[in-house]
C-alpha cells in the first residue's frame, strides 16, 4: 500500500481514484465493509482504492485533552489498511488551517483538481470542511455537477447492534473484551516499541518489556493475561497498562512480563493482545506488596491459558 504523507505529496499521477474519508478508528467490521466495497468498485473501474485519514483526528484538534481515546494509533491504522488490500493511504495533516477550509474548496481542488475522484464513498452524516458546513447533500450536488459517483454507507450491525468505534471504546472501559473483539473481527491488541525503563520489573524479579504507547488517552488501563507477537515469535504473559501509581509514574504505558522468556527486545516494535482482565491498576503500600500481587497475577494468567487449552483440546 503506498502512504502519501500530507497534500503536497499528492502528484499528478495519483489522479484518479475510488475514494473513501474517515478517521477508521479501530478499522472494526464496519470499516471493513465500507472498504471491501471500495476495493470492489476499485476493481470493476479498474482504478486505485483510496482511503484518506486524518492525523491528528479532527477531535484531538477541536476537543484536546477530551478527545475520546484512541482504538488505534497511525502505524496501526496504517498497517490493518494494508492488510485488507487499499492501494493507497493519504494521511492529511489535520490543523486549523485545513480545518477552516472552504467545503467548495475541499470539493473542487483536493477531490477532483487534486485526486480526480471518480466514486467517493462516504456516510451519509460525513461533515467536512469550515464549521463542518459541507454535507452529503452538497457532496451530491457536486456530483451531479462535477459528474463523479457517489455512495453512502449505511452502519454494520451484529443482531440489533451498531458497530462503531465509539461502542469498542464503552465495551473497553467496561471490560467486555469479547464484545470488542466480535466488533473488531480481531481481539485488541496494542503496539508500541520496547524502550529502556527503570528497570524496577528486574529488580523485583520479573524483567518486563516496557513499551511506549504515543497515545493522549487509552482505551483501556489494567492488568490483563497476554499474547505478545515479538521479533522472537509469540509469548503468553501478564501486563500493566496504566500510570503505575505504586511507583509515581508519570505516563501511561505498558509493562509487559512474558513468560518463559530470554531475550532483547529493546528497540524492537512488538504487538500485545488482551486476552482476559486479571484486575484494575491499583496502589501498593510498598515494592514487598506489589511484588506479591505480580507473582499472584502470573499464577492467574496462566491458569487462564491453561483453561483455554483445556478447553480447546476437549473440543477438538
Known amino acids: 500500500m503506498e502512504l502519501i504523507r500530507g497534500l503536497h505529496n499528492i502528484q499528478p499521477r495519483h489522479h484518479g481514484c475510488v475514494l473513501t474519508i ?4 479501530g478499522v472494526h467490521l464496519g ?47 496504517y498497517s490493518q489498511l494494508s492488510r485488507l488490500g487499499i492501494d493507497r493511504l493519504i494521511c492529511v495533516n489535520f490543523n486549523p488551517r485545513f480545518a477552516s477550509m472552504q467545503p467548495e474548496v475541499f470539493i ?32 451530491a450536488a457536486a ?13 454494520l450491525k451484529l443482531g440489533q447492534q451498531r458497530v462503531s468505534s465509539t461502542l469498542i471504546r464503552q465495551a473497553l472501559q467496561q471490560d467486555d473484551l469479547y464484545a470488542a473483539e466480535t466488533m473488531l473481527g480481531r481481539p485488541f491488541s496494542l503496539t508500541g516499541r520496547v524502550r529502556h525503563g527503570r528497570k524496577l520489573g528486574r529488580d523485583l524479579g520479573f524483567p518486563t518489556a516496557n513499551v511506549w504507547l504515543y497515545r493522549r488517552k487509552l ?17 503468553q504473559g501478564v501486563a500493566n497498562i496504566g500510570n503505575r501509581p505504586t511507583v509515581q509514574g508519570q505516563r501511561e504505558q505498558l509493562e509487559a512480563h512474558l513468560f518463559d522468556f530470554k531475550g532483547d527486545l529493546y528497540g524492537s516494535q512488538i504487538a500485545v493482545t488482551l486476552r482476559h482482565k486479571l484486575r484494575s491498576e491499583q496502589r501498593f503500600s510498598d515494592l514487598t506488596a506489589l511484588q506479591q500481587q505480580i507473582t499472584a497475577d502470573m499464577h492467574a494468567a496462566k491458569m487462564y491459558f491453561s483453561r483455554l487449552a483445556t478447553n480447546a483440546s476437549s473440543v477438538s
Open 22 to 25: 474517515g478517521n477508521f478508528d
Open 31 to 77: 470499516h471493513q465493509a465500507v472498504l471491501q466495497q471500495v476495493r470492489a468498485i476499485a476493481e470493476q473501474r479498474n482504478l486505485p482504492s483510496c482511503v484518506m485519514v486524518f492525523e491528528p483526528q479532527p477531535l484531538e484538534l477541536f476537543a484536546g485533552s477530551a478527545a475520546p481515546a484512541r482504538l488505534s494509533r497511525f502505524r496501526e491504522k
Open 108 to 139: 473542487e481542488q483536493l477531490l477532483l483538481s487534486q485526486l480526480g475522484a471518480k466514486q467517493l464513498i462516504v456516510g451519509d452524516d460525513f461533515r467536512f470542511g469550515n464549521n463542518r458546513e459541507g454535507d452529503f447533500n452538497m457532496l
Open 143 to 155: 456530483a451531479a455537477r462535477y459528474q463523479f459517483g457517489l455512495s453512502s454507507t449505511s452502519s
Open 219 to 235: 482505551p483501556v488501563s489494567g492488568v490483563y493475561a497476554i499474547t505478545a507477537e515479538t521479533k522472537y515469535g509469540r509469548f
